[in-house]
């Protein structure tokens, strides 16, 4: 795909955030603008501090620029095909140029991984005057560095962070803080390059950049992504907006943990200036859950058998907790044995602070890092993992001994508190509620871990759980349901009430789940009123903030994943035409190179942190599904 941008584009301070395309190395990752400027990368990991944070403070952030010295005329964006290698075309009048943009990744599982940021610029017709200027902000900008120039290569040190870059063309230090400057001119058929090194050896800066040592890093990751994405079984009628979504999930993956991050980035708003902006550089097991069922269904059975080794570790630390806390500990600890999300490493993220030194993107503020909802109780997560290592036993390898009695033991703390408020699903910040969604989730919960013991005769109470989970069914239909609305909503009622009447897209999840049929009358009203209440042509609210304020000021956009969830509940619901018609206008609303954030306004804008890992698992799902339905 290709998109056109004027050169009044080129030069704001801070590019829509659509206006990105994303590469990266499997351990952390890089989003690059359509006018070649690199304004977000942390290193070594995605949850590292960043090195280039210009996305949160064009002014202080740290970016990498490579610009046409003359007035362009146009800027276009694409990827190398199926590959994460990333294309950026400056046109001028004078001539063309090409920017190539690639982390390398050579192997799986390479021992000898050298984290490496590539860029080479080739002149493709004509002749161009460009100019690069790098200018790291190490630790979101707060730790001053020194820079040592050796020739065509320069050394930026702070503490103990160091990168070198190195390049074909001279490069001088200049400025405070210091920034390595270098302008250059191409003409057809000559190239400039430049690589970037993370943590490089010592003397590495004097190492000389060679047409040959790129051509071979380009070729080998080529290779790679070629050859992983060879191994998809998908062959159906959106084949390559798919295997784009793939290829974003697997740039989401931390190959050494086997972790799957919820997005790349941290601070980008969900209103324009507003104060919805989160740190989502951390392992929801819900969202990486929903991607091991997407994965699986692509046939990357890898990928699946190393999240659910990394969830088994988790499971492991949560069966122990299970027996010590008891009731699950204090306030704030996330009350029960499994946290809402996780460090890429399995350990509980970090407490939410504020950058307050940084601008924010355009304006928007606080500048959160960490994420407070670790500390959250959302018991919807129970229902998430273990319906994934269901689908993971009856799919994949099979699951150990040991991590059945480590279900167990968690599941004997989600029977005694499943019936109890919590945050849930959407992380609200005003206090905890009886939300229909964390019973539907204990359901699944419940009801897997039954599947599971049967079909493998696993040793099982089954006696007690079937109980607890029929209570749980009985308890949905007869307080979740509203009956004025004629759908289920969001919370339930209290014992003898009347349930609010707050509609909820969660809940579209109920016959993906088996809850209900698709085609159950209750469930077909439930539909028919968010139609009605959240669906705006194919987008749709997760829910209305005005009917159930969540402690947050401001508008938000409509939730991408909802409207993927939309889509797969018309096609099981037999609506398969409105499903095609609905899922191609969803796909007008990527990015220029197939990427989604977590929201989109109702002007078409991307809002949120950007690539969303969740929202590109829900399209490979309904596409996946409706492909199958129409077949």
């Not at 630790?139 to 103990?160: I, K, L, Q």
């Not at 046939?299 to 080794?309: L, N, P, Q, R, Y």
């Not at 993992?385 to 993971?392: A, G, N, R, T």
């Not at 508008?555 to 096609?571: D, I, K, P, Q, Y």
């Amino acid at each position: 795909m290709s998109e056109h941008f004027t050169d009044d584009d080129a030069h704001q301070p801070y590019l829509p955030v659509a206006e990105h395309g994303l590469i990266g190395d499997l351990r952390t990752a890089a989003l690059v603008g359509t006018d070649g400027r690199v304004d977000w990368f942390c290193a070594p990991r995605f949850d590292s501090p960043s090195v280039f944070g210009a996305l949160l403070d064009a002014d202080r952030g740290g970016c990498w620029r490579i610009d046409a010295t003359r007035e362009v005329a146009t800027h276009q964006q694409f990827y190398v095909p199926d590959t994460n290698i990333l294309v950026t075309r400056v046109l001028t009048r004078d001539g063309m140029v090409e920017l190539q943009d690639f982390m390398p990744v050579l192997r799986a599982r390479d021992p000898e991984h050298r984290q490496r940021l590539v860029r080479r610029v080739s002149c493709v017709r004509g002749r161009m005057r460009l100019r690069t200027r790098i200018t790291p902000g190490f630790d979101y900008a707060r730790a001053p560095h020194t820079a040592v120039a050796h020739g065509n290569a320069v050394e930026f040190r702070s503490g103990d962070a160091r990168i070198t870059v190195r390049g074909t063309v001279p490069l001088e230090v200049v400025g405070e803080p210091a920034a390595a400057c270098g302008e250059f001119e191409l003409r057809q058929g000559e190239e400039a390059l430049f690589v970037l090194e993370c943590g490089a050896p010592e003397g590495g800066a004097r190492a000389e950049v060679t047409s040959g040592e790129v051509a071979e890093l380009f070729d080998g990751t080529v290779r790679f992504w070629r050859t992983w994405l060879s191994r998809s079984a998908y062959t159906g009628r959106w084949r390559e907006t798919v295997h784009r979504s793939a290829l974003t999930l697997k740039l989401l993956t931390h190959e050494p943990s086997g972790a799957v991050v919820a997005a790349p980035t941290l601070g980008l708003p969900e209103v324009e200036g507003g104060e919805r902006n989160w740190d989502y550089r951390y392992v929801w097991p819900r969202d990486a859950a929903f991607s091991l069922y997407a994965l699986l269904r692509l046939g990357f059975t890898d990928e699946a058998e190393a999240f659910v080794a990394w969830l088994t570790r988790c499971l492991g630390d949560a069966g122990g907790d299970s027996e010590a806390d008891g009731d699950g500990g204090g306030e704030g600890t996330g009350e029960g044995p499994l946290r809402a999300l996780y460090s890429i490493d399995g350990v509980p993220a970090p407490d939410e602070r504020i950058l307050d030194h940084l601008h924010g993107y355009r304006g928007a503020s606080p500048v959160r890092l960490g994420n407070g909802a670790s500390g959250q109780c959302q018991l919807d997560v129970y229902g998430e993992i273990v319906d994934s290592i269901y689908l993971f036993d009856k799919h994949g390898s099979g699951i150990s001994h040991r991590t059945w009695q480590d279900l167990r033991r968690v599941l004997d703390w989600l029977l005694e508190h499943w019936d109890r408020p919590d945050e849930s699903i959407w992380e609200a910040r005003v206090g905890r509620r009886n939300h229909t969604f964390s019973r539907l989730m204990s359901w699944v919960a419940v009801e897997r871990m039954v599947r599971m013991a049967r079909r493998r005769g696993l040793p099982a109470d089954l006696e007690r759980w079937c109980r607890v989970r029929d209570e749980i069914h009985e308890q949905i239909m007869e307080r979740g349901w509203n009956p004025e609305l004629g759908a289920f909503v969001q919370e339930l009622a209290d014992e003898g009430g009347e349930p609010t009447a707050v509609l909820d897209a969660s809940l579209l999840l109920m016959p993906m789940v088996k809850f209900l049929s698709p085609t159950d009358p209750l469930f077909t009203s439930t539909m028919d009123a968010v139609r009605r209440g959240l669906v705006t042509d194919s987008l749709v609210f997760r829910y209305d903030p005005d009917a159930a304020p969540d402690g947050l000021d401001g508008e938000e956009g409509t939730f991408s994943l909802c409207s993927f969830w939309w889509v797969e509940a018309l096609t099981r619901g037999g609506h398969v035409d409105e499903a095609r018609l609905a899922l191609e206008k969803m796909f007008t609303y990527s990015n220029h190179v197939g990427l989604y954030g977590e929201q989109i306004a109702v002007t078409g804008q991307q809002l949120g942190n950007f690539p969303q890992a969740f929202t590109h698992l829900a399209l490979i799902s309904a596409a996946v599904n409706l492909d199958r339905a129409m077949s």
